[in-house]
Every structure is written in structure tokens, then in C-alpha cells.
């Protein structure tokens, strides 16, 4: 009887077959977009980009980015500093910028500007 239960659960945690083209297309998404997170962490590390304007008016591609890896890339923000911030704003640091309530993206700007 155990050994149903253990192959009953093994078959619904399996994920469904992929085509090789759709794993392509899945993985040419996935490398363009750490290209461009990639590209808008220089850009906030060079000052081209500011945090604030990225929190405000985030592009698609860092919806699904954390918030503690995008604040690391900020000059001056360590990982002790990131963190007391984001414990400030109640934010886990594994939030991402796409799932910030309201209340956390504002309290979070506000205190960045200081």
C-alpha cells in the first residue's frame, strides 16, 4: 500500500513533456531577460539608473527579480544595509519587485530618499 501512495504522488509532481522547441523558446526567454537584469544592475551600479525610478515604474523583466538583489546592486548598499532596510519596511528578502504591496514600495522609496 505504501508503495501506491509513494508512485500516486511521484506522477503529479512531475512536470508536463516539453517539445525541444518550446524548451528552446523557454530558455532563449530566460537568457534574454538575465541579459537585461544583468545590464540594469551596471546601469544602477554606474548611477545611469536610479532605485528609485526603477521601484516607481519597473520594466516586465524585473517583476520576477528580488528586491534584496536589485538594492545590492546599488553603490553604498551592502548586504547588512539591505537587510535592516528591508526588515524596516517589513519587506522578506525574498520578495520580488512585482509582488510589493503598495504600502511596501512606498515605504521602501521614502526611505531610500533620506
Avoid: W
Wanted: with cysteine; charged share 25%; glycine share 4%.
Amino acid at each position: 500500500m505504501a508503495t501506491a501512495t509513494s508512485t500516486t504522488s511521484s506522477n503529479t509532481s512531475m512536470a508536463p513533456e516539453r517539445s525541444l522547441n518550446q524548451r528552446m523558446d523557454a530558455l532563449a526567454r530566460a537568457n534574454q531577460i538575465r541579459i537585461q537584469r544583468a545590464q540594469l544592475k551596471r546601469d544602477l551600479k554606474s548611477g545611469r539608473l536610479s532605485i528609485h525610478s526603477l521601484l516607481l515604474n519597473p520594466p516586465e523583466f524585473v517583476e520576477t527579480a528580488k528586491v534584496f538583489d536589485m538594492l545590492l546592486a546599488v553603490p553604498k548598499y551592502g548586504r547588512v544595509k539591505v537587510n535592516k532596510i528591508l526588515a524596516h519596511c517589513r519587506i522578506a528578502p525574498s520578495k520580488t519587485i512585482g509582488g510589493l504591496s503598495e504600502r511596501q514600495r512606498s515605504e521602501l522609496i521614502s526611505l531610500l530618499h533620506r
